[in-house]
C-alpha cells in the first residue's frame, strides 16, 4: 500500500499554506509544531488552528496537484483550507514512541472532535503515519450521519479505495448513491467494481423504477463488467429513456462489459460509440452533467 513520505508531505503542505494565511499565521504554527510536545498542548492547538491561521481555501494549480500525486497516489489537497492544512501538519508532527501510542491520541481526538475537525482528520488519513492502523476509525466513518465529514470520507480521498475491506467499501458507495454525493469524485471507483455491488444496484433499480422514480445515470458506472442475463434488461431499459445521460450511461456499460449483446447494442448507437472512443464521453463527463443539473 501506499505510504508518504512525511517529511515531503509537510513541506508540501507548509508551502501551500504559507499561501493561504499570513506571516503570523505560520509563525504561530511553527511555534505550536514546536511546543506541542504533550498531547494537552497539541489539543489546544489543534482546537486553535482557524484562529490563527484563518480559514482561506488553499490556492491549488494544476502543479500542486501533481506534486500532491507523486507524494501519495490520489492524494488531492483541492478543496482544503488554511486550518485544515495546519491541522495536518499538527497531526503529522504529533510526538509519539510507537504506533499503538499515535493511534490512541489520534482516537481521543476523533472521540472529541468537532465536524471541521473531523473533516480535516479523516482527509488527512492517507497521509498519516501508520495508515494500515486507520482502517476501523475510516469504517466508522462510512457510518457518519455527518454530511461534510462523509464527504470527506469518500471524496478525492484514496484511503477507502487502498484499505477499505470489499463489504465496507460497498457500503461506501451505496451510501454516496442514496445520498446523492458525486460518485465520479471518489477514488478508484472503477478499480473496486465487484459483483455483489453491480447486482445489489441493479436490484435498487428495479426498486426505483417500480416506485415510478429515477436514479443517478452515474450508477451504472459499477456495473459495466459484470453485465450478464439478468442485469442485461436493464441496461436495455436505460437505451429507451428519454433521459440523454441515461442513454449515455448505457453505451457506457456497453463499451466496458464483454457480453455479447451489449457489443450489438453498442453498434447500434454508431455516435454515441465515437464519442467513447475520442473520451468525448466518459463516466466522469456524465458525472460532472450530473452534478451541474443538481447544482
Known amino acids: 500500500m501506499p505510504i508518504a513520505d512525511q517529511e515531503s508531505v509537510k513541506n508540501f503542505l507548509t508551502e501551500l499554506l504559507t499561501r493561504a494565511t499570513t506571516p503570523q499565521g505560520i509563525t504561530w504554527l511553527e511555534k505550536q509544531l514546536a511546543e506541542a510536545q504533550t498531547e494537552s498542548k497539541f489539543f489546544q492547538a489543534f482546537s486553535m488552528a482557524p484562529r490563527f491561521v484563518g480559514k482561506k481555501k488553499l490556492e491549488i494549480t494544476e502543479a500542486d496537484?501533481?506534486?500532491?500525486?507523486?507524494?501519495?497516489?490520489?492524494?488531492?489537497?483541492?478543496?482544503?483550507?488554511?486550518?485544515?492544512?495546519?491541522?495536518?501538519?499538527?497531526?503529522?508532527?504529533?510526538?509519539?514512541?510507537?504506533?499503538?501510542?499515535?493511534v490512541r491520541t489520534l482516537d481521543k481526538l476523533f472521540a472529541t472532535a468537532d465536524v471541521n475537525e473531523l473533516v480535516a482528520l479523516y482527509a488527512a488519513l492517507p497521509i498519516l503515519p501508520y495508515p494500515e492502523k486507520h482502517i476501523p476509525r475510516i469504517a466508522e466513518g462510512v457510518r457518519t450521519n455527518m454530511t461534510l465529514v462523509f464527504e470527506a470520507v469518500a471524496l478525492q480521498n484514496p484511503y477507502p479505495h487502498d484499505y477499505l475491506p470489499e463489504e465496507a467499501w460497498n457500503q461506501?458507495?451505496?451510501?454516496?448513491?442514496?445520498?446523492?454525493?458525486?460518485?465520479?469524485?471518489?477514488?478508484?471507483?472503477?478499480?473496486?467494481?465487484?459483483?455483489?455491488?453491480?447486482?445489489?444496484?441493479?436490484?435498487?433499480?428495479?426498486?426505483?423504477?417500480?416506485?415510478?422514480?429515477?436514479?443517478?445515470?452515474?450508477?451504472?458506472?459499477?456495473?459495466?463488467?459484470?453485465?450478464?442475463?439478468?442485469?442485461?434488461?436493464?441496461?436495455?431499459?436505460?437505451?429507451?429513456?428519454?433521459?440523454?445521460?441515461?442513454?449515455?450511461?448505457?453505451?457506457?456499460?456497453?463499451?466496458?462489459?464483454?457480453?455479447?449483446?451489449?457489443?450489438?447494442?453498442?453498434?447500434?448507437v454508431p455516435d454515441l460509440k465515437a464519442k467513447i472512443a475520442s473520451d468525448e464521453l466518459t463516466w466522469d463527463t456524465i458525472g460532472e452533467a450530473v452534478a451541474a443539473q443538481t447544482v
Open 172 to 268: 461506501l458507495v451505496l451510501k454516496s448513491i442514496f445520498t446523492s454525493r458525486p460518485l465520479y469524485r471518489i477514488y478508484g471507483l472503477e478499480n473496486r467494481r465487484n459483483l455483489k455491488l453491480a447486482q445489489t444496484l441493479s436490484d435498487f433499480a428495479h426498486e426505483r423504477w417500480a416506485a415510478g422514480r429515477t436514479l443517478s445515470p452515474e450508477v451504472w458506472r459499477n456495473v459495466g463488467p459484470f453485465v450478464d442475463e439478468s442485469i442485461w434488461p436493464d441496461i436495455q431499459k436505460l437505451f429507451t429513456q428519454p433521459n440523454e445521460l441515461e442513454q449515455q450511461a448505457a453505451a457506457l456499460v456497453c463499451a466496458e462489459s464483454n457480453y455479447p449483446e451489449a457489443k450489438t447494442m453498442l453498434d447500434t
Open 65 to 102: 496537484l501533481a506534486a500532491a500525486e507523486a507524494l501519495r497516489p490520489g492524494f488531492n489537497p483541492q478543496g482544503w483550507t488554511a486550518d485544515q492544512a495546519a491541522r495536518t501538519l499538527l497531526a503529522l508532527s504529533l510526538p509519539h514512541q510507537s504506533p499503538e501510542e499515535y
